[in-house]
Nanobody, 123 residues
Framework: QVQLVESGGGLVQAGDSLRLSCAAS????????MGWFRQAPGKEREFVAT????????SYADSVEGRFTISRDNNKNTVYLQMNSLKPEDTALYYC????????????????WGQGTQVTVSS
């Protein structure tokens, strides 16, 4: 079992960058695949990026490919989402999630979720 806390969101202008962080508790962090998801008002939660437990494999939604980078530092029990060239359509509540062993892009496959951090991008 893990607990997740996101941070780093904020209000920025189009073209700016942000780095989100997800701090995980527990001694089993290294065994969990991690994902970032986002949810805009009136929309379902959607996949953004995933990273394997060892950090060797990553996956991105087409809408963020080339702009966002997911990474993890297992020594610090932390997962990051570096977001560059932000667009107004990136505006959403961003969630960090954890899943044992294997990565997945499906919301229902994740067992643990953070509280979310708001990212707002003005045009």
């Amino acid at each position: 079992q893990v607990q997740l806390v996101e941070s780093g969101g904020g209000l920025v202008q189009a073209g700016d960058s942000l780095r989100l962080s997800c701090a995980a508790s527990g001694r089993t962090f290294n065994s969990y695949a991690m994902g970032w998801f986002r949810q805009a008002p009136g929309k379902e939660r959607e996949f953004v990026a995933t990273i394997s437990w060892g950090g060797g494999r990553t996956s991105y939604a087409d809408s963020v490919e080339g702009r966002f980078t997911i990474s993890r530092d297992n020594n610090k029990n932390t997962v990051y989402l570096q977001m560059n060239s932000l667009k107004p359509e990136d505006t959403a509540l961003y969630y960090c999630a954890a899943r044992k062993m294997l990565t997945s892009s499906r919301v229902r496959d994740y067992d643990y979720w953070g509280q979310g951090t708001q990212v707002t991008v003005s045009s």
